[in-house]
C-alpha cells in the first residue's frame, strides 16, 4: 500500500524557518517525481515545488521561489521541504504529492500543518 | 501562469440529482486537466485524468469531458458521499494550477 506520512510541521514566527518531511512507502520512491502542494485555512490548493526522481530538475512556484528548498533523499525513501524566511501568508497544511508520468497526483500524504504567526 | 475558474463555488443539490461544474482555463490546455475530490480535513483524491478519463476504482456515476480550454465534470446521480469540494488542475504548463474550488452539498 502507497503511503506518504507528513512531519516537521508546526507554529514558527515571521522570519523563521523550518524543515519538512515525507516518508514515502509501498513503492519504489525512486521512480517518482514528488511535489509539495499546500492548502491556506479555507483556501484552495496551491502548488510549491517539484523534484524528478533523480532530483536532477526542480521547479518553485513563484511565491516560495528563493526561501524555500525542495531535495529529496532516495536512499531513505523521503522527501523534504526547507523553508525560509517565513511570512504568514505561507501558513497552510503542506501535502506532499507523487506524480504519475502523465501528470497526475496520485497519491497524497494526510498533510502537516505550517503555521506562521508571532 | 494559466488562470483555472470553477463554477459555481457552491452548489447545493438533493440525493439522486444530476450535478454539473465547469471549468475553464485562461489558455488551450488540450485535455491536460485532472479532477480532485477533497472531503472535509482529507487530502485530495483523483477522480478524472486527462480530462475524461476515470481512475482506478472510482465510480462510474463521475465523469468529466472537455477540451481546450472549456471542461465539465459531471456526477451522474448525486450520493451522500460524495460531499466534497471538488477541484480541476491543469498540467499543461507550470506551475501546475487548481480551480478555486466547488464546494458541493446535500440540499
Known amino acids: 500500500e502507497v503511503q506518504l506520512v507528513e512531519s516537521g510541521g508546526g507554529l514558527v514566527q515571521p522570519g523563521g524557518s523550518l524543515r519538512l518531511s515525507c516518508a514515502a512507502s509501498?513503492?519504489?520512491?525512486?521512480?517518482?517525481?514528488m511535489n509539495w502542494v499546500r492548502q491556506a485555512p479555507g483556501k484552495g490548493l496551491e502548488w510549491v515545488s517539484y523534484?524528478?526522481?533523480?532530483?536532477?530538475?526542480?521547479y518553485y512556484a513563484d511565491s516560495v521561489k528563493g526561501r524555500f528548498t525542495i531535495s529529496r533523499d532516495n536512499a531513505k525513501n523521503s522527501l523534504y521541504l526547507q523553508m525560509n524566511s517565513l511570512r504568514d501568508e505561507d501558513t497552510a497544511v503542506y501535502y506532499c504529492?507523487?506524480?504519475?508520468?502523465?501528470?497526475?497526483?496520485?497519491?497524497w500524504g494526510q498533510g502537516t500543518l505550517v503555521t506562521v504567526s508571532s | 501562469d494559466i488562470q483555472m475558474t470553477q463554477s459555481p463555488s457552491a452548489l447545493s443539490a438533493s440525493v439522486g440529482d444530476r450535478v454539473t461544474i465547469t471549468c475553464q482555463a485562461s489558455?488551450?490546455?488540450?485535455?491536460?486537466l485532472n479532477w480532485y475530490q477533497q472531503k472535509p480535513g482529507k487530502a485530495p483524491n483523483l477522480l478524472i485524468y486527462?480530462?475524461?478519463n476515470l481512475e482506478t476504482g472510482v465510480p462510474s456515476r463521475f465523469s468529466g469531458s472537455g477540451s481546450g480550454t472549456d471542461f465539465t465534470f459531471t456526477i451522474s446521480s448525486l450520493q451522500p458521499e460524495d460531499i466534497a469540494t471538488y477541484y480541476c488542475?491543469?498540467?499543461?504548463?507550470?506551475?501546475?494550477?487548481f480551480g478555486q474550488g466547488t464546494k458541493l452539498e446535500i440540499k
Open positions: 504529492a507523487r506524480l504519475t508520468v502523465t501528470f497526475q497526483f496520485d497519491y
Open positions: 509501498g513503492f519504489t520512491f525512486s521512480r517518482y517525481s
Open positions: 523534484i524528478s526522481s533523480s532530483s536532477r530538475t526542480i
Open positions: 489558455q488551450d490546455i488540450s485535455n491536460y
Open positions: 486527462d480530462a475524461s
Open positions: 488542475q491543469q498540467y499543461d504548463n507550470l506551475p501546475y494550477t
